[in-house]
Structures are given as C-alpha cells and as structure tokens.
DNA sequence: AGTAGGTTGCACACCAGTGTGCAATGAGAA
DNA sequence: TTCTCATTGCACACTGGTGTGCAACCTACT
C-alpha cells in the first residue's frame, strides 16, 4: 500500500533533481500516476518536499555520525564522512537548489542537526589545528559541504570519478596541506 | 531621461539580491514607479535580467582584464582580481540565484566569457603549478568564484570584513598553501 | 497656447500551477 | 460475491504573476 507513496518519492528526488521547478503533475507523470493520487499521498506540495528533507536528514545524521564513531583526526573523519556521504548527496542535490526559494525556511530548519554535527566537526578540526580558522567552523562547514553538493551537482553522469575531487576540495578549502590531502584520500580509494 | 530606466534597473539589483524571485510589481513599487511604467523600459523580465547580467559581465570582465595585465604569477592575480571584483560580486549577487531556473540558460550564454576569462587564468596558475591540478580548470574556477559569490551572498551586513575571507578561502581550494595564502592577502590588506 | 514624451491607472487576457470535490472504476481481501 | 480501498478522471475555484491596450495626465520645452 506504501508501494505508491514509495515510487513518487523516488520520482520525485528524480524529477526534481534534474528540475526543481518540476510541479506536481511532472512528478505524477514521472511515476506513472496521476495528480490527483499525488495529492492523496502528500495533501501539499510542501509535504512532499519536507518528506523528501526528512528522509536526506535521516541518512546524512546516520552517515556522520557513523564517521565520527569510527576514527580520532578530524580531517580523516571528514575524508570518511565525504566519502560515504557521497551516493546520498548526489541523490538529494535537489535540496541544495530548493534551499532557496519558497521551501527555505522549511528546509533550513530541518537541516538543522546536520549543520550541527558538521560544524561540530569542523570545529574540532580548527582546535586541533587540523583545518584552517579563517572562517567561523560554522560558515567553513556551510562551505565545505556546499562544495560537495555542487560538484555533486554539477556531475549528471561520472558519479565515481568525482567523489575524489570533491573531497580533495573540500579538504583544501578546509585548510587541509594539500600532500596531507592527497595522503588521506589516496589511503581508501 | 534614462533617469527613470537606470533607477529601476539599480533598484531591481536591490530587490532581487533579496528576493530573487520578487516579481516585476515589487520592482516597480521599490522604485517608486508603477508596474506598467517598468514595462514600458523593459518589455519582458527576460529583458530586465538581461540587461542587469550584461552591466555585470562588463563591470566583471572590466575587473578581471585590469587585474590581469597587473601581475605575472597566476595567485597574486587571483587576489588582486578577488580583491576588485567583490563589490561587484556583492552587488550582482543575484545571478547566482538567477543562474539555476528560468533564465539560467540567457544568464549562462552572457557569462561565457566572464567564466573564459577566468579558467584561463586558473589555467595558467595550474602549469605553472601554483594552483593544484586535482579538477579541470574549467570546473575548478567555477567553484572558486562560485565560493567567493556565496560568500558575498551570504553576507549581508560585514562588508569589508568577509572581503578577506572568501580571498582566503578560495585560494585554499586552488591549491594554494595557506601560509602562501596568508601573505598574498596580508600583502595588501 | 500647443505639443511631445514619459508616466499613470485601469482593465483585460492569459497562463501555469495548486489544491479540492466527487463519482466511477478496478483489483484484491474477506 | 461483496466489501474495501487506492486510484482515476474530471471539473472546479483560486492564486499570483506576466504582458498588453488605451485613455488620461502632467511636465518640460517651443
């Protein structure tokens, strides 16, 4: 009974990752269904898209926190987060368009936690002299995954390749040396 | 006579760098004008965004020429570039709303040589090995300014402070070492 | 006074998208 | 077979924005 709820979910991450724009009817299309059941499932737009939040939080929290269980130095525990993190912010680049516009507010609060924990890591990073302090932990971290997203965003086909670089990016806009870097993402490629 | 016309077009790029979505009435109201008067300047809002993108790629490459024919290595010319280009960047900020969405394409093809101009400088800076070679130039400049245009968006109120900042930061994520970085900026402060 | 041009204040047509109401359909479970 | 429930196919109301047409207006200049 979920199995519908569950399609246009999928569709839409679709959809609207290639167009955030798309309206409800685009989605329906897509998963082979009409508006209307659309709307039975999720009485607004704006439900869809929170559904959709929810979800990418769910996943993103687990990942990091998962990464910050597993190793001691910051920037290697970035290198961790990145790399697992990678699949899922590829899947929903749509929030990175979505955060602007009508749905902002709505995101942006939901998103919340996850800014948290990144900033929360970054922070430890610039205590420890691990990452650079030109920049408050919690704009760096906005930064540094907002790099990642736009790689991931901006890749429509070579999904493995560019994991790397988004990495090694975000790694040197970090203040991460960049043999230090090399180091960390040539370890677990 | 074109008093009228450059007001409504100084006050759109106000208007529009807070709400980029902010439809042809707020502009008109924010200019003290009525919505039909906006029209009778600009037949379309395609041609209002037009024409706003076109003064900023001509301000922009204006910049980045200067800055260019000033300096020999690549990073020096990365600061100097940065360094004239922020108010520019702060004030045009909208584009990088506008680039994503309905006008993304008439924007992208206007930018072209903005975006040129600037992977050939990211070019030279990578043979010569000053800036790292982990991203084609192309990708990798666009990140860069891309950067440094979220930086200038994100801030709205410390003007002259985050001018540094997103100098720093975008030259870590060119590969720059940050004591390199460090003094390059210092030099010029 | 007369004229030209920018501006105004409507009214209008139009479009695309949202969200709702409701009866009909269809397939699977009791 | 009958009941249930999701889905369907319309029709509808509403919203908010775009772009146009036109007569009136006001101001500056001649």
């Keep these: 009974m979920n199995e519908t709820r569950d399609r246009i979910l999928d569709v839409a991450l679709d959809v609207l990752g290639d167009n955030p724009d798309a309206g409800m009817g685009d989605i329906a299309t897509a998963a082979g269904v009409v508006r209307r059941t659309v709307y039975g499932h999720f009485p607004s737009r704006l439900d869809l898209v929170r559904t959709l939040t929810e979800r990418a939080v ?20 970035w290198v961790e987060f990145i ?10 680049r749509v929030l990175l368009a979505l955060r602007r516009g009508e749905y902002g507010e709505a995101i942006h609060s939901l998103l919340g936690p996850v800014d948290e924990l990144l900033a929360d890591l970054v922070k430890r990073g610039q205590d420890r002299d691990v990452f650079a302090q030109h920049l408050p932990a919690g704009m760096l971290s906005q930064l540094a995954y907002g790099v990642v997203f736009a790689i991931a965003d901006s890749d429509r086909s070579t999904v493995p390749l560019d994991a790397r670089a988004a990495t090694i990016t975000s790694l040197l806009m970090l203040g991460v040396p960049e043999s230090r870097a090399l180091a960390l993402v040539g370890d677990q490629a």
Tied chains: 1, 2.
Excluded: F, G, K, S
């Excluded at 769910?58 to 525990?77: P, S």
């Design 58 to 77: 769910a996943e993103m929290t687990a990942v990091l926190t998962e990464a910050n269980a597993a190793h001691a130095d910051a920037d290697a525990t």
């Design 83 to 92: 790399a697992r993190v990678w699949p899922v912010a590829h899947r929903y």
